[in-house]
């Protein structure tokens, strides 16, 4: 079999794809510049000799490990039978911001929050910035990941700033009906691409000899890569006990074999990795799974979901899931360095302002349907998505 080595055309349609939106909507770079043109997100401030303070919020809570049920509706038991694609889109809105109040004097304010970017399952259709006190603008990190970002000259006793943006999105739950032979054993990938998904990232370690051991182990007398990434995924979920708590790192989940989802979708992202398999992790409320990317026989490259942990699909996505940022190496240009998962930040001099970053999911009526259905979500003071339970069916809902 002759296997046609992909064009960059092909390529860049398929990995890179989800950065190409509207004029209205998230584009792969935005920035409402305005006064921050000065320096504000060019790195650290300087007040003389005095650099800023800056501070990370603890990073949200991402444990999703108890078994979802579905109820065959808002979450499939099982794929479609009829139909393949990005299916049963469902329309959302999303405020996400920070509120900060003043202890004392402090100048050179910047604040940063996850802001969603495209994907081809998760369209955002429109967004409104508001700031009181600030200027709010959005920026994207990567293709992958986005900011809300809220900048202020200063800050008083008592004042206090709100920034927000309010997104209008669509999400779908996806089948594509992928397939073993669909893909070629033979993959090939641009160098550039092979650094963003095939090395090490922050706690995901693939040079150890362990990690790569264990790839053979598991899957060293597999040929074609679909077999081989089913083999981990399914090593995973066998082998991996769960149990929830901070992330460790992968070198730590294969020692000890525990995790919860952050760990046992990184463990595969690894040994998918070692075999050169290009993977990432996907983050949503609470939760995270993995994805694999394989090129099919007409070059074009398709990003394969893994679920391993509570739910059990694999090559599927049978829940409508808003995507906070895909990738595990998102470069801070504040901080200098590349981070796992963006967590909520700020910056200032001076007295430190209590900083309070929230979010508001709420599922939306369709276009002429009765009723919103389950799935709202608020985020709380420590950064996790709690559901609302305001609906029914919210009894379904991963927590």
Request: proline content about 7%; aromatic content about 10%; overall charge neutral.
């Amino acid at each position: 079999m002759q296997i046609r080595k992909p064009s960059r055309r092909h390529f860049l349609k398929a990995a890179l794809g989800a950065a190409s939106v509207g004029a209205t909507s998230l584009g792969a770079v935005w920035l409402d510049r305005g006064w921050l043109d000065g320096g504000w997100l060019s790195g650290t401030w300087r007040n003389g000799d005095t650099p800023c303070q800056d501070r990370f919020a603890p990073l949200p809570p991402v444990r999703s490990i108890v078994p979802v049920v579905g109820d065959g509706k808002y979450i499939w038991n099982d794929p479609p039978t009829d139909q393949t694609g990005y299916l049963e889109p469902r329309p959302y809105q999303l405020k996400v911001g920070m509120r900060l109040e003043g202890t004392g004097p402090a100048t050179q304010i910047m604040a940063t929050t996850a802001a969603p970017v495209e994907h081809p399952e998760q369209a955002i259709t429109g967004y409104d910035l508001d700031g009181a006190g600030c200027r709010v603008a959005l920026r994207a990190l990567s293709r992958e990941a986005g900011q809300v970002v809220l900048s202020a000259p200063g800050i008083v006793e008592g004042q206090v700033i709100v920034g927000a943006a309010l997104f209008r999105l669509t999400l779908h739950k996806s089948y594509q009906g992928y397939e073993r032979d669909r893909f070629p054993a033979e993959q090939e990938f641009p160098k550039d691409f092979r650094k963003l998904y095939m090395y090490d990232s922050p706690g995901i370690q693939t040079r150890g000899r362990d990690v790569r051991e264990l790839a053979v182990k598991i899957a060293g007398q597999i040929d074609h890569p679909w077999d081989k990434a089913r083999a981990y995924y399914g090593w995973v979920w066998e082998n991996i006990r769960a149990r929830t708590g901070p992330y460790t790192s992968v070198v730590e989940a294969l020692r000890d074999r525990v995790g919860d989802c952050e760990e046992r979708a990184a463990v595969f992202v690894a040994l998918c990795r070692v075999s050169g398999i290009p993977a990432r992790l996907v983050w949503v409320p609470n939760h995270n799974w993995a994805e694999f990317f394989l090129l099919d026989e007409q070059g074009e490259g398709h990003w394969i979901p893994a679920h391993t942990s509570a739910y059990n699909w694999f090559g599927w996505t049978g829940a409508h899931e808003l995507v906070l940022q895909k990738g595990d190496s998102i470069y801070v240009p504040e901080k200098r360095k590349e981070y796992r998962l963006l967590a909520d930040w700020m910056q200032w001099q001076g007295a430190r302002p209590k900083a309070h970053y929230f979010a508001e999911l709420t599922p939306l009526p369709p276009e002429g349907g009765a009723e919103a259905g389950p799935g709202a979500r608020s985020k709380d003071e420590k950064g996790e998505w709690l559901v609302v339970k305001n609906h029914p069916l919210d009894k379904y809902t991963r927590v």
